[in-house]
T-cell receptor, first 109, second 114 residues
Framework: LAKTTQPISMDSYEGQEVNITCSHNNIATNDYITWYQQFPSQGPRFIIQGYKTKVTNEVASLFIPADRKSSTLSLPRVSLSDTAVYYCLVGEVNYQLIWGAGTKLIIKP | DTAVSQTPKYLVTQMGNDKSIKCEQNLGHDTMYWYKQDSKKFLKIMFSYNNKELIINETVPNRFSPKSPDKAHLNLHINSLELGDSAVYFC?????????????FGDGTRLSIL
């Protein structure tokens, strides 16, 4: 089983780019990486998903190096409303879902 | 229209009682999940159903029993509630049971055991 490790917390300022890295050393060949965002009193919300290299959508980018042992969620020009907990998830081919412990991101003015 | 809805939103009860949490999704998804989120925000998957069939059954006490009357509903019944059951319980759904399927979550049921 893959194990995911991510920083417990991070701080940044409005307008900055924020990168949150998740380590998943035991990721298997066909496993997928997904990131979720969670605000207080809400359920997690899907942000982005990838298998390798780089994926970009309207809210974030996901960078996955060739060895796939880590992934980095990149949030461009953050605002106060990006303050949330961000989770990394490795979805395994055998349908196991390995969630990280979450990174609490605090954006300051 | 709420895609994944859970009831109740809050549940306060005493130790030893039996309670149920209901979940419904209107996304037409085949797969539904129950998660437990503790006070440290760690998400733990408990169960997953695909087309009313149990596919993931993690190590949880057998006091927890999921029931899926149809693929749009997944309820969670908890017997003999204990203090350690206090947590937020999330229901989620995905298009299929694939390991790469994005999940849609409800807003949680906050269970407090007195």
């Amino acid at each position: 089983l893959a194990k995911t490790t991510q920083p417990i917390s991070m701080d940044s300022y409005e307008g900055q780019e924020v990168n949150i890295t998740c380590s998943h050393n035991n990721i298997a060949t066909n496993d997928y990486i997904t990131w979720y965002q969670q605000f207080p009193s809400q359920g997690p919300r899907f942000i982005i998903q990838g298998y390798k290299t780089k994926v970009t959508n309207e809210v974030a980018s996901l960078f996955i190096p060739a060895d796939r042992k880590s992934s980095t969620l990149s949030l461009p020009r953050v605002s106060l409303s990006d303050t949330a907990v961000y989770y990394c998830l490795v979805g395994e081919v055998n349908y196991q879902l390995i969630w990280g412990a979450g990174t609490k991101l605090i954006i300051k003015p | 229209d709420t895609a994944v809805s859970q009831t109740p939103k809050y549940l306060v009860t005493q130790m030893g009682n039996d309670k149920s949490i209901k979940c419904e999704q209107n996304l037409g998804h085949d797969t539904m999940y129950w998660y437990k989120q503790d006070s440290k925000k760690f998400l733990k998957i408990m169960f997953s159903y695909n087309n009313k069939e149990l596919i993931i059954n993690e190590t949880v006490p057998n006091r927890f029993s999921p029931k899926s009357p149809d693929k749009a509903h997944l309820n969670l019944h908890i017997n003999s509630l204990e203090l350690g059951d206090s947590a937020v319980y999330f229901c989620a759904s995905s298009q299929t049971q694939g390991y790469n399927q994005p999940q849609h979550f409800g807003d949680g049921t906050r269970l407090s055991i007195l």
